[in-house]
């Protein structure tokens, strides 16, 4: 069933993620007994596949779209180091203002100990909540927004991790926060979208990228409810309807933003997510992928979509 003239659009989405900045210092020997030496000589073959270009060009094509919020699912930077957060600062001011941009940190962001801690401040304005700009040390999540009738959770599931390593983790004190977001948002009958940076789906990332918790991120949701999932890490696109319990939940993961791509899978996109309501509790969301294309230099509409959103909590005017 598409979207007809018993729905209004009440808000509208858009998520990015990954977008790998790399800028480490001259001077290797810092990182001859750090596991940024091993980022670094990943990069040297990564380096060609993630294009700066693509990135600017998608964040100006993300500019001419109208959109209430910026979401980026994590991994602004590659290696944690001062130089590539203030980069990442200087792309989110030409995205948006704090205001209508939204970030969380990835598993790069927080590559070895401390990089997260020393550097967070860099994009506090874009890690803000409605409670506030001020966090504590280290901030605490989960962080929310709430627009409209939305409500977005931010979570953290970036953890530093020894060699080989990529796994993430929300986190028992994390975890009852997010329970405790989703149980007060139902009852102001909001729509609740869950940002993090790692995919919540058993099984759909390997053991060295997984999401430790998973599976109780899953009893939390099954509990609550939530209406949409939004994830990065993956570094292709993905979709479908994540198991939680009883409940189907639209999710959705999408290529690092730079991405020329090893494969199609992989190709640079971002995600347009459009919440249409109608009369009483029913809501629908309607969804565009916008693929960067090569050969023309620009993005486009790759494939589109809807889903019904279901148990969006007790309306109470």
Request: hydrophobic content about 40%; proline content about 5%.
């Amino acid at each position: 069933m598409s979207v007809n003239s018993r729905y209004a659009l009440a808000a509208t989405i858009i998520q990015l993620s990954d977008f790998h900045l790399f800028s480490p210092p001259h001077r290797i020997y810092y990182d001859l007994f750090s596991k940024r030496l091993y980022g670094r000589l990943a990069w040297r073959r990564r380096r060609h596949e993630l294009r700066p270009d693509i990135l600017a060009a998608m964040i100006d094509d993300i500019r001419s779209q109208a959109a209430d919020l910026v979401a980026v699912t994590g991994d602004l930077t590659h290696l944690g180091f001062r130089d590539e957060y203030l980069k990442a600062r200087a792309l989110l001011e030409k995205l948006g203002s704090p205001e209508r941009v939204m970030v969380i940190p990835g598993n790069h962001d927080a590559y070895v100990a401390g990089a997260w801690e020393k550097n967070y401040e860099i994009l506090a304005p874009y890690l803000a909540g409605d409670e506030g700009a001020i966090f504590s040390r280290p901030p605490l999540y989960p962080v929310s927004r709430s627009f409209g009738k939305l409500a977005v959770i931010a979570l953290n599931t970036a953890v530093p991790r020894p060699l080989w390593l990529a796994t993430g983790r929300l986190g028992a004190a994390q975890l009852a926060g997010l329970e405790e977001k989703l149980e007060f948002f139902s009852g102001r009958s909001r729509v609740r979208v869950i940002l993090m940076h790692h995919p919540p789906v058993p099984g759909l990332a390997g053991w060295r990228r997984r999401l430790s918790d998973d599976r109780v991120f899953l009893e939390v949701v099954a509990g609550r409810g939530a209406e949409l999932v939004l994830f990065g890490h993956l570094h292709y696109r993905w979709e479908n309807l994540l198991a939680a319990g009883k409940r189907r939940i639209p999710c959705f993961g999408v290529p690092a933003a730079a991405a020329l791509g090893r494969s199609p899978a992989r190709r640079s996109r971002y995600n347009i997510y459009r919440f249409y309501r109608a009369a009483g509790k029913t809501w629908r969301l309607k969804f565009v992928i916008r693929r960067w294309s090569e050969s023309r230099s620009l993005f486009l509409d790759e494939e589109c979509g809807e889903y019904e959103l279901a148990g969006c909590g007790k309306d109470n005017g």
